[in-house]
């Protein structure tokens, strides 16, 4: 019995093998498994890196944080978060993704549609011109920005404006003009970015599209309220989503310009008060709380935009 | 239509990573592992060597470590060390270290700690060695109020790296010009009547006040108050700061005597340029400064000349110990007998402090190395300013007034920096009292819901 089973075995094995060989390889090159295949590391890196911090960010978010003294404190970290400064924090953040929204949604569309254009020369140079910001160290780019704004006649921003007749300005300690600066510095760094999505999306639009409107007699303003504006419209869509989490998340510009705190608070956005309390306050859990509160601001702000964009409607209803 | 709908799915996955990413973003690269592009390293060529590493923020302290490394290394032959000095930007070694004690792993065996992040590290079971058996022994050999800065519950956890008296940096170019002479400046109302002579006779300010600590607590401690009581209560509007803070702002907006520093404080390109020039008759500053003068206003040399501080008439002190840093041996080191050893041979013992001075030209605080004559030799410190710098500091060494630090410390200075100084001086909108007594509400409000 056994030799006849060895026999059967030695016959059928590779048979098997090769079978299974096929199966692996067609599952693997199934329609339903390969997407999953591909984002995989993706998934992974997610995981580890973001979706794990979260859970223990929401975790720390109710513990009080001390070295060798780690404790559940239930809802204390919340009660303490809705004081002057969380609100100053907030409606400077809402202020800045506001303009920044603003500025970074039109101004990229503009751009963009003259690079597309055959009037504008040089195209490629002014492509990289606007996107190299976008490369350029923010730390760096803060030390340029705090000397062109600096409190002194001399600065650059001060004799510009002093060619105009105006006194000189300390753009650094006003609630206005440390407003300015950081939405300058943003839309300096971004708008590069935006103007490559925005170019992408232009030259999806079928040029045909273009050439009837023309024979209909429609006038540049009509071509582009009625051909280029809808098919643009995911585009912005989505930049405008991006726009909202990146203004609400806005530190960089804040910490770079100010060194930490600024005078009045003016400076103080919702993850630079989770900065200072959090890190340089060492108070971890209060840290983490503010940073759960900032969470569910954007993504109620983005549902609420994306509803009402109807980006979840189906294209067919 | 599957297009779209996936289209509109990967838009909202896009957004919560981004949501995502952004509250990880606070802590940011902080947390990553220490590496440093900035090390130096002593005694690496010997063999048998123990390892100790040390973080800094500052690129001098390191020169210093590096140096006092190799002094160790010649003296010590039995023991010697591999020093290992890394150095950081200012807020991303304090995050790190921060983290790596807190985590339980990464920290270094030494470590400069500055005097605002210093109650950090005192919160929670404290994550550092004590000192005592160092210190005491020659207590008495150091102006105790430096080294209680840096101590909690009769434990002393930092290493001072200077005393940081306080003085008054008088230009006298300026002050000849005004017909002043500095030696009969006592009180600060003579300072205040110097102040306008000085403005009617020059245009110039008699001093900025800078909008950060630097602009009140030197002041405040100096007449014997602080912002916390020996309990840990806040005290930060009581009377005699209200009234110290009323005083500053006179300086500013009544007498018209001082103006706000350029860039709003004492170490930034725009105050170094305009002190450079003259722009100013005197400044309020600890002896650390002296650094900054040689090495960002060049022009200056041979123009200063170092006073105590004009006395309050309620108060003996002269000077007010601020500013600096500690250096810590952490409990993460797996040698703490070796590098507690170096430590008090690099800047406790006397020939440490010595070279905090000559390397540094920081004011030693061991005060009996003050008449050293290692300490009179001429170096770059004496050729700008003047040669009786430790005879001045030797005449008030009884009358230097210390600072009491709390755990929530660093959140009066965030107030100082953010607040008071901001609306009282600068804006107008507040008086001294309201804006004093608002911060030390908030604080206080920390305070109570935290017990």
């Known amino acids: 019995m056994a030799e006849l089973n060895a026999n059967n075995r030695k016959n059928t094995l590779p048979l098997v093998k090769e079978k299974k060989g096929n199966k692996v390889l067609k599952f693997f090159n199934s329609q339903k498994v390969v997407p999953y295949i591909f984002v995989f590391p993706f998934i992974v890196s997610f995981a580890i890196l973001t979706l794990y911090p979260t859970i223990q960010a929401i975790i720390m978010s109710f513990q009080r944080i001390l070295p060798g003294q780690v404790e559940f404190i239930g809802f204390q970290n919340y009660e303490r978060i809705f004081n002057q400064a969380f609100y100053k924090a907030l409606t400077n953040s809402t202020v800045y993704m506001l303009l920044t929204v603003l500025i970074l949604v039109t101004i990229p569309i503009i751009l963009a549609m003259l690079l597309d254009s055959k009037l504008v020369r040089f195209k490629t140079f002014f492509r990289s011109a606007l996107f190299i910001p976008a490369l350029t160290s923010i730390v760096v780019a803060g030390v340029i920005f705090r000397l062109v704004f600096a409190e002194s006649e001399n600065a650059i921003a001060n004799q510009i404006i002093g060619f105009f007749g105006f006194e000189p300005v300390s753009w650094q300690f006003n609630a206005w003009s440390g407003m300015l600066i950081m939405v300058i510095m943003a839309s300096w760094r971004w708008m590069g970015v935006n103007v490559l999505y925005f170019l992408a999306g232009l030259q999806n639009i079928p040029k045909e599209l273009y050439e009837s409107a023309e024979m209909d007699g429609a006038n540049l303003f009509q071509k582009f309220r009625h051909v280029t504006l809808p098919f643009l419209k995911p585009i912005i869509i989505f930049v405008t989503t991006i726009s909202i989490i990146g203004g609400f998340r806005v530190f960089e510009e804040s910490y770079v310009i100010w060194e930490g705190n600024s005078p009045g608070n003016i400076g103080l956005t919702l993850v630079g008060l989770l900065y200072q309390q959090g890190i340089q306050q060492n108070d971890m859990g209060f840290g983490a709380a503010i940073g759960v509160v900032l969470l569910l601001l954007i993504f109620v702000v983005s549902i609420i935009y994306l509803l009402m964009t109807g980006a979840f409607k189906r294209g067919d209803e | 239509m599957n297009r779209k709908s996936l289209s509109i799915f990967s838009v909202l996955l896009l957004s919560l990573v981004f949501v995502l990413t952004a509250c990880g973003g606070g802590g940011g690269n902080s947390a990553e592992p220490a590496s440093s592009d900035d090390t130096k390293v002593a005694g690496s060529d010997l063999e048998n060597a123990t390892e100790l590493t040390f973080w800094t923020f500052a690129g001098t302290h390191a020169d210093f470590y590096v140096n006092a490394a190799e002094r160790w290394n010649e003296q010590n032959q039995d023991k010697p060390i591999k ?31 500055e005097l605002a992040k210093f109650p950090n590290f005192l919160k929670g079971d404290i994550q550092l060695e004590s000192l005592n058996d160092l210190i005491e022994p020659e207590l008495d050999s150091f102006i105790a109020e430096r080294l209680d800065i840096y101590s909690k519950d ?9 005393l940081g008296a306080s003085v008054v940096y008088y230009n006298t ?24 002579k000085v403005v009617e006779a020059t245009g110039k300010p008699m001093t900025t006040i800078a909008t950060n600590w630097y ?48 860039g709003g404080q004492y170490h930034s390109e ?12 005197s400044l309020v500053i600890p002896m650390y400064y002296m650094k900054d003068f040689t ?19 309620d108060s003996d002190y002269q000077s007010v110990t601020m500013g600096g840093t500690g250096t810590a041996v952490t409990n993460q080191s797996e040698h703490v007998d070796l590098a507690k050893e170096f430590l008090y041979f690099a800047k406790l013992s006397k020939e440490g402090n010595i070279q905090l001075w000559k390397e540094l030209g920081f004011d030693p605080p061991r005060w009996d190395v003050w008449e050293d004559p290692q300490m009179r030799e001429d170096n770059e410190y004496y050729q700008y300013f003047h040669d009786d710098i430790f005879d001045i500091l030797l005449a008030i060494r009884e009358n230097v007034a210390g600072i009491r630090l709390s755990e929530y410390t660093p959140d009066v200075l965030t107030e100082i920096d953010t607040n008071i100084m901001h609306s009282v001086l600068r804006e107008q909108n507040l008086t001294p009292e309201e804006a004093l007594k608002q911060s030390a509400d908030t604080v206080r409000q920390k305070a109570g819901s935290k017990e």
């Open chain 2, 83 to 113: 020093l290992k000095v890394e150095n950081y930007p200012f807020d991303q070694m304090h995050n790190n270290l921060l983290m790596a004690l807190q985590s339980g792993s990464g920290a270094p065996d030494l470590v400069d700690i």
């Open chain 2, 154 to 162: 009769g434990n002393y956890y930092g290493a001072p790296t200077h």
């Open chain 2, 173 to 196: 170019d300026i002050m000849e010009q005004a017909g002043v002479d500095i030696d009969s400046i006592v009180t600060w109302d003579d300072y205040v009547e110097a102040g306008k």
């Open chain 2, 215 to 262: 602009g009140i607590w030197p002041f405040v401690a100096q007449r014997g108050s602080d912002f916390f009581d020996e309990n840990g209560e806040v005290t930060l509007d009581n009377e005699k700061n209200i009234e110290t803070l009323q005083f500053i702002d006179d300086l500013v907006n009544k007498h018209k005597i001082a103006e706000i520093a350029p």
């Open chain 2, 270 to 281: 725009e105050f170094y340029g305009a002190m450079n020039q003259g722009s100013q008759a």
């Open chain 2, 295 to 313: 090495t960002y206003m060049p022009d200056l040399k041979g123009k200063i000349q170092i006073r105590p501080m004009p006395k309050w008439s």
